[in-house]
């Protein structure tokens, strides 16, 4: 089957900019999975997922989110699934004022990129459950 993330613009009940994940069996027929506050909105109502890839424990979405009352920045959301029907949000540490735009299988696990008000950021996850933000090298440590 088929898994597409994105977002909705506001639907009463939902609140605005929630988290969505549709899912087709040939790509033509799309159907949205059941909208969970928890999990797609949140406490501010406000979470958008921006990519989605294949690992952890099946699938794996990443975007961003308002994730506490009276927050002024964004913070990176990480979202998983087994199947594409059931999600959960995963916690990711010290992140905030981080917009997570992509992830993709790599490596020995999961890389998920994003941007702060400083520039670019990397976190990487073995299982997709838990993860890790990279170091940033300076010039001097780069690898020639």
């Known amino acids: 089957g088929f898994v597409a993330v994105g977002g909705t613009d506001c639907i009463p009940g939902e609140g605005c900019e929630s988290a969505a994940v549709w899912t087709s069996t040939d790509g033509t027929d799309w159907s949205r999975v059941p909208h969970d506050p928890e999990v797609f909105s949140g406490t501010s109502g406000i979470r958008r997922m921006t990519d989605v890839t294949v690992g952890g424990p099946g699938l794996v979405a990443v975007g961003y989110g308002v994730e506490e009352p009276g927050q002024t920045g964004l913070n990176g959301v990480v979202w998983a699934s087994e199947d594409g029907y059931e999600w959960s949000r995963v916690p990711i540490p010290g992140n905030g004022g981080i917009w997570l735009r992509s992830v993709t299988a790599g490596g020995p696990g ?25 170091t940033r090298r300076s010039s001097a440590q780069r690898v020639k």
């Open 110 to 134: 999961l890389v998920a990129v994003g941007s702060n008000y400083w520039g670019g950021v990397v976190w990487t996850s073995i299982d997709g459950i838990n993860w890790d933000r990279a």
